[in-house]
């Protein structure tokens, strides 16, 4: 049973930076594959960026340039580096996690932690 456990969400003036981290423990296997996700009050939840196995990486549009995911394999947590934030990036942002090759749908990953709130004001 894999649990993941957010932290490092809060309440930034536009423009400033926050780093979110996704603390993974039970049974991931060698192609486990994270990703972060994000809602909104009102909206669906949408992708945000995605960690394969082999370290490939891919962003959502709206977070290109701004956005670094990056995991740290000897620690098993995924983080989420955001600078330059806007008002937009408000939301509940949750890691998620699976195995095998994923993509952006949130109904491919199995293992979901709690989230943490970012507020950009």
């Known amino acids: 049973h894999v649990q993941l456990v957010e932290s490092g969400g809060g309440s930034v003036q536009a423009g400033g930076s926050l780093r979110l981290s996704c603390a993974a423990s039970?049974?991931?296997?060698?192609?486990?594959?994270m990703a972060w996700f994000r809602q909104a009050p009102g909206k669906e939840r949408e992708g945000v960026a995605r960690i394969e196995s082999d370290g490939s990486i891919s962003y959502a549009d709206s977070v290109k340039g701004r956005f670094t995911i990056s995991k740290d394999n000897a620690k098993n947590t995924l983080y989420l580096q955001m600078n330059s934030l806007k008002p937009e990036d408000t939301a509940l942002y949750y890691c998620?996690?699976?195995?095998?090759?994923?993509?952006?749908?949130?109904?491919?990953?199995?293992?979901w932690g709690q989230g943490t709130q970012v507020t950009v004001s």
């Open positions: 998620a996690g699976g195995n095998g090759y994923c993509n952006m749908r949130p109904s491919w990953y199995p293992n």
């Open positions: 039970g049974a991931t296997y060698s192609n486990y594959c």
